[in-house]
């Protein structure tokens, strides 16, 4: 049997009207690249398969203040309880060896003129009290050295050295890891978002750095690197290509002076990897930009360092970073709750090369840019205008209200004088 043909022609059925809809483009989404640093700048990296173990014991110091409070505590417990245990045996064999633990000498009955090695020294107890004694230099005087036995003068300058070095090594940890440059990064800190907008008519990539601290960080210098996955033309893939970028700071060859919050720019000219990146092109790429601030510190002389990056869904495009330094009574005044703060303006959204090639899209922008700007003044002025008018009627409505009226009779009514009604 035939299937029943439609009355409505197929050119105007549903099938055919959705094969004639103007689709919209579709976007593939993203791929999560993992980012390199992190914003706190910790590096997101993880060595494995380290077979020479034993290069990190050659630099024992170094290993020591990278480890963590905890582990740094347990070695240096357990090195000072083990050495104390170490000649605390030491100290007992010499007393056994001069027979000072003879139960018939501590009891009185052998005969007198031989002196002991150690004082009270009776038992591995006493004898590991005093090594703490020894070590420590605490000295509660109970128990005591004598010359009889040259060993035991020999385990006591022993016993002295190695426990100066100990103490030494201690405390040169414990400062190390207190004065870290990476506890003064804390209080540098990088805006939340990078943005890209036109400055002096060229096209920049913008970060804001500041620091919290009133001691300041000198010779700071800021260095940008793009890094990404490429391809060489041999086929070579490079999964973190590292490419600098030059700022504004850098060309000059001069240092920043931060003392208060600065705005670091990078031009996307020529020579940048940036050049050939659109606003919807830099939403589908793979990009992270990390900016990496260097100094000494005043205060202690040690070199400092701050990182950050930032991923393509970090990076506005078309966006300025608000003013935040103001002039308040004679003294320039931060306002740090605005540190990340932008505003969006007019920006072409094509590339840097796009704009070389075609600087009539600047100036398009920038008049529309103009107009924009006229018009929010204009917008601004007549709220202006209208909120005092609104004042000066409702003054007047007031004064008006508060006039007293006057009534006049004529002479016919019989009335001369005048009635002041309110």
């Not at 992190?38 to 020591?64: M, P, W, Y």
């Not at 605390?88 to 501590?106: I, K, N, S, T, Y």
């Not at 931060?258 to 050049?275: G, K």
């Not at 002025?381 to 007031?398: D, E, H």
């Amino acid at each position: 049997m035939l299937p029943r043909k439609s009355i409505i022609p197929e050119e105007f059925g549903l099938p055919g009207l959705v094969s004639r809809m103007p689709r919209k483009p579709v976007f593939r989404d993203r791929v999560n690249k993992a980012r390199f640093i992190a914003k706190n700048g910790s590096c997101n990296l993880a060595h494995k398969n380290i077979r020479e173990q034993g290069r990190f014991l050659q630099d024992v110091f170094t290993t020591l203040v990278d480890l963590k409070w905890r582990f740094t505590l347990v070695i240096f417990t357990t090195t000072f309880v083990s050495s104390w245990l170490l000649f605390a045996m030491c100290w007992w064999l010499v007393a056994f060896a001069h027979g000072d633990l003879d139960p018939e000498r501590q009891n009185g009955t052998t005969a007198a003129g031989r002196d002991y090695c150690v004082t009270d020294v009776k038992s591995f107890t006493s004898a590991f009290l005093f090594s703490i004694e020894v070590q420590v230099t605490i000295g509660f005087g109970g128990r005591m050295i004598t010359e009889e036995c040259p060993a035991a003068i020999a385990f006591l300058i022993t016993q002295n050295i190695i426990g100066l070095i100990i103490n030494a090594v201690m405390l040169g940890c414990i400062f190390m890891k207190t004065a870290q440059s990476n506890r003064r990064a804390e209080t540098l800190i990088f805006s939340r978002h990078a943005v890209i907008a036109v400055r002096n008519n060229r096209l920049c990539f913008m970060v804001r750095i500041g620091d919290l601290r009133k001691s300041m960080i000198i010779g700071a210098t800021v260095r940008l690197q793009v890094v990404r996955k490429t391809t060489t033309p041999e086929g070579e893939v490079i999964p973190i290509h590292q490419i600098d970028i030059q700022t504004e700071s850098a060309l000059n060859s001069n240092s920043l002076f931060l003392l208060a919050p600065l705005i670091i720019c990078h031009i996307i000219d020529r020579t940048s990897p940036l050049y050939d990146l659109s606003a919807m092109e830099l939403q589908c790429s793979d990009l992270e930009v990390i900016v990496i601030l260097e100094g000494v510190v005043e205060t202690t002389g040690i070199t400092t360092q701050a990182r950050t990056s930032y991923i393509s869904e970090e990076i506005q495009w078309g966006h300025r970073f608000v003013p935040i330094v103001t002039e308040e009574e004679g003294v320039y005044s931060v306002d740090y709750s605005k540190f990340g703060n932008t505003v969006k303006i007019a920006t072409p959204l094509c590339s840097a090369r796009e704009l070389d090639e075609k600087p009539s899209i600047l100036i398009q922008s920038l008049q529309k840019s103009e107009l924009s700007h006229q018009n929010s003044l204009r917008k601004r002025n007549s709220m202006r205008r209208n909120n005092s008018m609104r004042k000066s009627t409702g003054s007047v409505r007031r004064n008006n209200s508060g006039l007293t009226k006057v009534q006049f009779f004529t002479p016919g009514d019989g009335v001369q004088n005048l009635n002041a009604v309110t």
